[in-house]
C-alpha cells in the first residue's frame, strides 16, 4: 500500500510542477517569447525569432497539457514518456547555459518572471526532476496497461482548451497579472519607476507625471495602423477638453500615431516598454496618484476608453476574476469527468 501511494504522488507531483510551470509563462507568453529569442541567439538561430511567440505558446500549452495528463492519469505511459523527455532535454539545454562560457543566458525562465533561479540551482533541479520522472516512468510500465476508454478522447480535448486558452487569453487581453513592479493596481514607487526622455534626452518624468489627474501612456514599439488609431478616439477627445493627461512612449525614433500629430511623443528604454507593456503597441492608464490601473492590447481590445478615467480599477480585477473563473470551471469539469469515467 505505501509503495503504491509513493507511485502514485510521483505522477501527481510532476503534474503539479508541469501546470505551475506551463502556468506562470502562459499569464505572460509575450515574456516568454523574449527568453526564447535569447535562447535562439545563443544556438545562432536568430532567424527563427519569428516564430517566437508561436513556439512561446506551443511550450506553455504543452507543459500545462502534460501537467493535466499527468494529474487525471490519462494516457499514463504515453505522458511518462513524453515528461521524461521533456526534462532529459530541458536537463541538456540547462547543462549548455550553465557551462556557456560566454555566460549568454542569466536565468533558464523556467517559471518565467514568477521565481528566478542561477543557471547551476536550474541544473540541479532539472537531474533530480528527471530522476523522478524516470522513477516515474519505470513504475507505470510495471503497472498492467490501462483499458481504452473512449472519454479518454473528449477529457483530452478539454485538457487542450484549457491549455491554449491560458497563453491565448494573455496574448490577446495582456496577462491577467504580471509578477513585474507594473501590475495592474500597483502604485508606481522606487522598484517600478519609470524614466521618459525628450528628443534632447532631457528625463521629463517628473513634468509629464505633475499633472493632478488621470493619465494614459500609449506604448509603442511600431508603427500602427489608422483603423488601430481610432480606438483611441475618444481617449483624444478627453485629452483636448483637458480631461486627461495623454502621451506616446516610444524606444526609438520615427515611430508615430498616424492622425494625432499634437500628442507629445517621449521616450523610454526597450526593456522597461517591454516590462511595462506585453504588446507592441497599447494603453496603460494612471491615476492621478500613479497607480496603474488598466492595460490594454490596441492591437485586439475592443475597448473604446468611453469615460471613467482613472476609475478602470474595479472593471479590470472583475475582468481579472472572470478569467480565474471560466479556468475553475473548465478545471472542475475536468477532474469530474475524469471521476465518472472510473464509474
Known sequence: MKNFRIKIWLGIALGVLFVV?????????????????????????????????SLSVLLCASEMTLGLLLLLRLWRRITAVTGTLFFLGFTILTYLIYTDP????????????????????TFAKNI??????????????????????YRQIGLTVGVLVVAFFVPLYSYFYLPPFDFLPYNVGTRMGTESTIHLYDSDFNDVTEKVFAYKKPTYMIGMKEEVSRETGGK????????????????VVVSRSGITMPGYDDIPVYFMDNVALKSILRTSAGVVAFTADHR??????????PYRFDGGYGKELSGERLKRGAFFGVLLVMSVLLFYGRKKMEE
Open 21 to 53: 510551470s506551463g502556468f506562470v509563462k502562459a499569464v505572460d507568453p509575450v515574456g516568454l517569447s523574449y527568453k526564447i529569442e535569447e535562447y535562439l541567439g545563443m544556438f545562432q538561430l536568430s532567424g527563427w525569432s519569428m516564430f517566437s511567440m
Open 102 to 121: 560566454y555566460g549568454g543566458i542569466n536565468e533558464c525562465g523556467c517559471f518565467g518572471e514568477a521565481l528566478h533561479l542561477s543557471n547551476g540551482a
Open 292 to 301: 496603474i490601473v488598466g492595460k490594454w492590447n490596441l492591437l485586439y481590445t
Open 232 to 247: 483611441i478616439a475618444t481617449l483624444y477627445g478627453a485629452y483636448q477638453n483637458g480631461a486627461i493627461n495623454l502621451f
Open 128 to 149: 533530480l526532476l528527471l530522476v523522478v520522472a524516470g522513477l516515474h516512468l519505470w513504475n507505470v510500465f510495471r503497472q498492467a496497461k490501462n483499458n481504452f476508454n
